[in-house]
C-alpha cells in the first residue's frame, strides 16, 4: 500500500525540521524527469515521500547528484514487503542507530546499502 506521508502523523512530526526536504517539482529538476514520474517513483517505492507545509516532498538524502541513491529502493522496498508503513521506514532511515556510524540513510549513502538491507530484512521478519 502506497501512501503519502503527512509531516505529522497524530502529533509527532515524521521527520525532525533539520531533515532537509526537497519538493517534488525541484526533485524532478534534478534527476530531469517530469513531475509526474517522480510521483511514479515514489508509487514504486524508489523513493517516499512526506507533506510539509502542504507540498510532497522528498528527503535531500535520498539523491545523490543527478540520482536517487543507490540501494534506498531495495531497503524500502524490504520494509514495506514487511508490513512496515512508509511513515516508519522514514523514520527509520532517519534515526540515529548506536550500531552504525550515524543513521541508516547515511550508511546507504556511503556504499554500504547492503548491511542496510540485511538489517531491514531481520527486521522485517
Known sequence: MVTRVSETN????????????????????ILSVPRTRVHQLIK????????????TCVPADFLDG????K??????????DGGYPDVDILRWLFTEDA?????????I????HREIKRRAQAMAF
Not at 109 to 112: E, H, I
Open 71 to 80: 540501494g534506498l529502493s531495495g531497503t524500502i522496498t524490504v520494509l514495506r
Open 99 to 107: 550500531s552504525l556510524p550515524g543513521t541508516p540513510i547515511a550508511a
Open 44 to 55: 514504486d517505492g524508489q523513493l517516499l515521500s512526506l507533506k510539509r507545509e502542504g507540498t
Open 66 to 69: 543527478n540520482a536517487v541513491v
Open 10 to 29: 497524530g502529533t509527532t512530526p515524521v521527520l525532525s525540521d533539520d531533515v532537509a526536504v526537497l519538493p517534488a517539482t525541484e526533485v524532478a529538476e
Open 109 to 112: 549513502r556511503a556504499g554500504r
